[in-house]
């Protein structure tokens, strides 16, 4: 790459970005760079420099700004092409930070609906290496290009999003958690960030962080927008299992009879089944109730020492129905 729009607007040489000295020459290249390979007017131009007061020397100035930027371009790499239709910077699609973005970005995406799980991940994370800051750091962002500054911005975070699919796809729960923090800092309102970080969080056995970080989602909606969080992940929490509509009575289960391809169940003791749900929920230790795995509907083979719900006792439960091969009695 040689021109540099993903942050401060910048001409690659020998691996170090270089800015124009002049501050018009520098939004001159982001306007450029953004439109590349589409000439622009100079009359277009000047607008876009000059938005409110439009010096006599307008168009002067912006060929001594062409001819800075000329000879910031180092050869072999993109050019500056004048016609008369204007100005345009011609690039193939590595020449230019914010087309190789949308190139990788396409690349993720056609591998990962190929299946391509581990190839689509390295796709998307070169695509968010190449951003070093907002579109135009520290520069105006010129009319002419605005909405072309938003759809990068929105792209950069839907790639980072899909970053993150593929890489639940490749269970690296952990490796997701400190870059959707990051995010969240960044776009606080977005919901689907927080959506995956529960989702992560949860993944990597950290329940009670989880439900921490849905508390303090819901309460920013709250402030902010007046709304609550979306019902996909609220269900998060609100429901991890499809429990029955009354409370179900959970006990040990201390015989299997797989004769009758069921499963004899015998309480050894009834517990306080919204207390046990309850800890589960909240990611405590089950493991003085016989599985660390917490409270589970009858819905395949058991051991000895599973716990079990059914709902209620001495009749089938939903789970049981639905699997149509074991059931609780």
């Known amino acids: 790459m040689a021109v540099l729009v993903l942050g401060a607007p910048a001409v690659l040489l020998v691996g170090n970005p270089v800015r124009p000295q002049r501050r018009m020459a520098r939004t001159l290249l982001g306007v450029l760079a953004l439109r590349a390979n589409r000439a ?170 989880a439900r921490e970080h849905y508390r303090r989602l819901a309460a920013l909606l709250d402030a902010e927008l007046g709304v609550t969080p979306d019902p996909a992940t609220a269900r998060l929490f609100t429901a991890p299992f499809p429990w029955p509509a009354t409370p179900p009575v959970t006990g040990l289960l201390r015989s299997v009879n797989p004769s009758t391809k069921g499963v004899t169940m015998a309480l050894s003791a009834v517990l306080d089944a919204e207390e046990i749900i309850a800890r589960w929920r909240e990611g405590l230790d089950l493991s003085e109730w016989g599985s660390p795995a917490g409270p589970l509907f009858a819905s ?3 051991a000895e020492g599973d716990i079990v719900a059914c709902n209620p006792p001495g009749s089938r439960c939903s789970a049981c129905t639905a699997s149509q091969q074991y059931y609780c009695c």
Request: proline share 6%; glycine share 8%.
């Open 300 to 302: 395949g083979k058991f």
């Open 40 to 209: 622009v007017p100079v009359a277009t131009l000047v607008s876009a420099l000059w938005p409110e007061q439009v010096p006599a020397s307008a168009a002067a100035n912006v060929r001594s700004h062409i001819a800075e930027l000329r000879r910031l371009l180092p050869p072999g790499g993109p050019t500056l092409q004048a016609g008369a239709d204007g100005y345009a910077l011609l690039s193939d699609a590595t020449g230019v930070d914010a087309l190789h973005f949308r190139q990788l970005l396409t690349g993720g995406r056609r591998l990962a609906s190929a299946g391509d799980a581990a190839s689509a991940a390295d796709r998307y994370a070169k695509a968010l290496a190449l951003w070093r800051g907002p579109v135009l750091a520290g520069e105006s962002v010129p009319a002419l290009v605005a909405a072309e500054a938003v759809v990068l911005d929105d792209l950069r975070l839907r790639c980072l999003e899909e970053l993150v699919d593929v890489r639940f796809t490749l269970g690296q729960h952990y490796d997701v958690v400190p870059l959707l923090k990051g995010a969240i800092a960044d776009h606080p309102l977005h919901e689907r960030l927080w959506h995956q970080l529960l989702l992560a969080l949860l993944g990597t056995g950290r329940r009670a962080e």
